[in-house]
C-alpha cells in the first residue's frame, strides 16, 4: 500500500489530473465522515473536507514516503477540524447527520440500536469520539491513530476505552441491553 | 477473575482480539451481574456497528475538490488563538482611546471654558503600556470634565425663590430664606470628586437627586 500511495503520491505532484482525481476518490469518504463526525454538521464537514484536500495538495511534497498515506491525511482533517471547531459558535441542535438511516427498516429493535448508539456517539467529547470513529468505523490501529491525532498510544487507549464505556452505558440506560438471568441467581417468580 | 479483569477482556473483545481462555471469565460473569450486563452490551455495540449506515459525502464533492485543486485555490489562513488574542486588546484600548479622544475634543469645545484640557496623542505609535496609561489619563480627564458640566447644569436647575412681598398694614416681616445649603453642596462636590472614576450616568443620577431632595437650594 506503501509504494502504491508513493507512486499515485508522485503523479499527483506533477499536477496528474487522472491522480488527484484518484487520490480524492480514495479518501474522501474517510475524511468526510471524519468531518461529520467530528464537527456534527454536514455542511461544515463539505467546507472543511475541501479546505483539508487543499492542504494536502499543498503539502503533498512534504509527505514522508515510507509512512502510510492515510494517517497523514487523517491527521490534517483532524487538525482542521479542530481548528474550525475553535473558530465557530457552538451549536446547541443535535448532529444533522443522526437523520441518516439504515437502508432496511428490520422487523426487530436495530434501527432503534443504530440510533442509540449515533446519538450516544454525538454526546461523546471530541476526542473520544474522533478515537471511537477512527477505530471502529475507519479500521485504523492504535499506532496509526496516534498518529493522526498526535497524541501517545496510551492516551489513543485510554480515550478509545472511556469512549466505549460511555455508549455501553447509554446503551444500557437506553434498554438496549437485555436482562439476563444466570442459573445461580434466584428465580423471584417462584417467590 | 475480578471486575478489572473482566473488564480488560471486555476491551479485547472490542478491539476485535480473541479471547483465548474464557473459563475464568465465563465464571465471573455468572457470579457478577454487572460485568454481566457490560459484555451483554458490548455484544450489542458490536452488533450495531455492524449496522451503522455508511456516511456518504456528496455527489459534487469530489468534482469541487478536484476542481479546486487544479486551480491551486489558496487555503484559508490559520490565525494562532494567542495572536488574535492580542490583536483583540490593541483593538480594544485603541478603539477606547480614540472614543476618548471624539468625546474630549467635543466636550471642550460646547463648554467654552478656559480650563479644559485637550489630551495630547502622540502621532508616532506607542507601545501597548503607553497606550493603556494614555487612554485612562484621557478617562479620568474625561470624568471630571463629565462631573463638572453635569453639576453646572444641575445648578441651573434649581429654582430661585421667590420672596414674598410685605404686608402694607404690618410690620415688615423679614423673610427668613433659608440658609444656603453649603454643606449641601459642598457634599455634591465632594462625592463628584469621590466618583470620578463612577460612570457618567451615576454622577447625574446622584446631582438630581440632590435636586429633587430640597429645590430651595440657594447659590452664594
Same mark, same amino acid.
Given at each position: 500500500?506503501?509504494?502504491?500511495?508513493?507512486?499515485?503520491?508522485?503523479?499527483?505532484?506533477?499536477?496528474?489530473?487522472?491522480? *488527484?482525481?484518484?487520490?480524492?476518490?480514495?479518501?474522501?469518504?474517510?475524511? $468526510?465522515?471524519?468531518?461529520?463526525?467530528?464537527?456534527?454538521?454536514?455542511?461544515?464537514? #463539505?467546507?472543511?473536507?475541501? #479546505?483539508?484536500?487543499?492542504?494536502?495538495?499543498?503539502?503533498?511534497?512534504?509527505?514522508?514516503?515510507?509512512?502510510?498515506?492515510?494517517?497523514?491525511? @487523517?491527521?490534517?482533517?483532524?487538525?482542521?477540524?479542530?481548528?474550525? @471547531?475553535?473558530?465557530?459558535?457552538?451549536?446547541?441542535?443535535?448532529?444533522? $447527520?443522526?437523520?441518516?438511516?439504515?437502508?432496511?427498516?428490520?422487523?426487530?429493535?436495530?434501527? #432503534?440500536?443504530?440510533?442509540?448508539?449515533?446519538?450516544?456517539?454525538?454526546?461523546?467529547?471530541?476526542?473520544?469520539?474522533?478515537?471511537?470513529?477512527?477505530?471502529?468505523?475507519?479500521?485504523?490501529? $492504535?499506532?496509526? *491513530?496516534?498518529?493522526?491525532?498526535?497524541?501517545?498510544?496510551?492516551?489513543?487507549?485510554?480515550?478509545?476505552?472511556?469512549?466505549?464505556?460511555?455508549?455501553?452505558?447509554?446503551?444500557?440506560?437506553?434498554?438496549?441491553?437485555?436482562?439476563?438471568?444466570?442459573?445461580?441467581?434466584?428465580?423471584?417468580?417462584?417467590? | 477473575?475480578?471486575?478489572?479483569?473482566?473488564?480488560?477482556?471486555?476491551?479485547?473483545?472490542?478491539?476485535?482480539?480473541?479471547?483465548?481462555?474464557?473459563?475464568?471469565?465465563?465464571?465471573?460473569?455468572?457470579?457478577?451481574?454487572?460485568?454481566?450486563?457490560?459484555?451483554?452490551?458490548? %455484544?450489542?455495540?458490536?452488533?450495531?456497528?455492524?449496522?451503522?449506515?455508511?456516511?456518504?459525502? =456528496?455527489?459534487?464533492?469530489?468534482?469541487?475538490?478536484?476542481?479546486?485543486?487544479?486551480?491551486?485555490?489558496?487555503?484559508?489562513?490559520?490565525?494562532?488563538?494567542?495572536?488574535?488574542?492580542?490583536?483583540?486588546?490593541?483593538?480594544?484600548? +485603541?478603539?477606547?482611546?480614540?472614543? +476618548?479622544?471624539?468625546?474630549?475634543? %467635543?466636550?471642550? %469645545?460646547?463648554? %467654552?471654558?478656559?480650563?479644559?484640557?485637550?489630551?495630547?496623542?502622540?502621532?508616532?505609535?506607542?507601545?501597548?503600556?503607553?497606550?493603556?496609561?494614555?487612554?485612562s489619563? +484621557?478617562m479620568v480627564?474625561?470624568g471630571?470634565?463629565?462631573?463638572?458640566?453635569?453639576?453646572?447644569?444641575?445648578?441651573?436647575?434649581?429654582?430661585?425663590?421667590?420672596?414674598?412681598?410685605?404686608? +402694607?398694614?404690618?410690620? =415688615?416681616?423679614?423673610?427668613?430664606?433659608? =440658609? =444656603?445649603?453649603?454643606?449641601?453642596?459642598?457634599?455634591?462636590?465632594?462625592?463628584?470628586?469621590g466618583l470620578n472614576p463612577v460612570t457618567?450616568?451615576a454622577?447625574?443620577?446622584?446631582?438630581?437627586?440632590?435636586?429633587?431632595?430640597?429645590?430651595?437650594?440657594?447659590?452664594?
Amino acid at each position: 500500500m506503501s509504494a502504491d500511495d508513493a507512486a499515485l503520491v508522485q503523479r499527483c505532484l506533477r499536477d496528474d489530473p487522472e491522480a *488527484i482525481q484518484a487520490l480524492v476518490d480514495r479518501f474522501q469518504t474517510d475524511v $468526510y465522515a471524519l468531518c461529520v463526525h467530528m464537527l456534527k454538521h454536514r455542511h461544515d464537514a #463539505e467546507d472543511v473536507s475541501q #479546505e483539508v484536500f487543499l492542504r494536502v495538495f499543498r503539502s503533498l511534497g512534504r509527505w514522508d514516503s515510507t509512512r502510510p498515506l492515510k494517517p497523514w491525511i @487523517m491527521g490534517i482533517a483532524v487538525n482542521r477540524c479542530r481548528t474550525w @471547531m475553535s473558530q465557530r459558535v457552538r451549536r446547541p441542535e443535535l448532529a444533522d $447527520y443522526l437523520q441518516e438511516t439504515a437502508a432496511a427498516a428490520p422487523a426487530d429493535d436495530s434501527s #432503534e440500536l443504530v440510533h442509540e448508539i449515533q446519538v450516544a456517539l454525538a454526546e461523546l467529547r471530541p476526542d473520544y469520539r474522533t478515537a471511537f470513529v477512527l477505530f471502529h468505523e475507519q479500521g485504523m490501529v $492504535y499506532d496509526d *491513530i496516534a498518529e493522526v491525532m498526535d497524541r501517545p498510544v496510551g492516551t489513543v487507549k485510554t480515550w478509545l476505552h472511556r469512549a466505549r464505556m460511555e455508549v455501553l452505558e447509554r446503551l444500557r440506560q437506553r434498554g438496549m441491553v437485555p436482562e439476563l438471568v444466570t442459573a445461580k441467581e434466584p428465580d423471584v417468580r417462584k417467590g | 477473575m475480578n471486575c478489572t479483569e473482566s473488564l480488560e477482556l471486555l476491551q479485547t473483545r472490542l478491539d476485535g482480539m480473541p479471547i483465548r481462555d474464557r473459563a475464568p471469565l465465563d465464571a465471573h460473569l455468572i457470579e457478577c451481574a454487572e460485568c454481566r450486563s457490560l459484555h451483554a452490551a458490548a %455484544g450489542r455495540l458490536t452488533e450495531g456497528l455492524g449496522l451503522l449506515p455508511r456516511i456518504k459525502p =456528496p455527489v459534487h464533492l469530489r468534482s469541487v475538490i478536484v476542481q479546486k485543486v487544479l486551480r491551486k485555490d489558496p487555503v484559508l489562513p490559520t490565525r494562532q488563538p494567542w495572536l488574535r488574542r492580542e490583536a483583540l486588546y490593541v483593538a480594544a484600548m +485603541a478603539a477606547s482611546l480614540m472614543f +476618548a479622544l471624539f468625546l474630549g475634543y %467635543g466636550w471642550s %469645545g460646547r463648554s %467654552g471654558k478656559g480650563d479644559s484640557k485637550v489630551v495630547v496623542v502622540r502621532q508616532e505609535p506607542a507601545s501597548l503600556t503607553q497606550s493603556v496609561s494614555e487612554a485612562s489619563t +484621557a478617562m479620568v480627564s474625561l470624568g471630571r470634565r463629565t462631573a463638572a458640566e453635569t453639576v453646572g447644569q444641575t445648578k441651573m436647575l434649581v429654582p430661585e425663590p421667590i420672596p414674598t412681598p410685605p404686608q +402694607a398694614d404690618s410690620d =415688615p416681616v423679614e423673610v427668613a430664606l433659608a =440658609p =444656603p445649603m453649603i454643606s449641601l453642596r459642598e457634599a455634591q462636590e465632594s462625592m463628584t470628586v469621590g466618583l470620578n472614576p463612577v460612570t457618567t450616568s451615576a454622577r447625574r443620577a446622584f446631582n438630581l437627586f440632590v435636586r429633587d431632595m430640597n429645590p430651595v437650594a440657594v447659590e452664594q
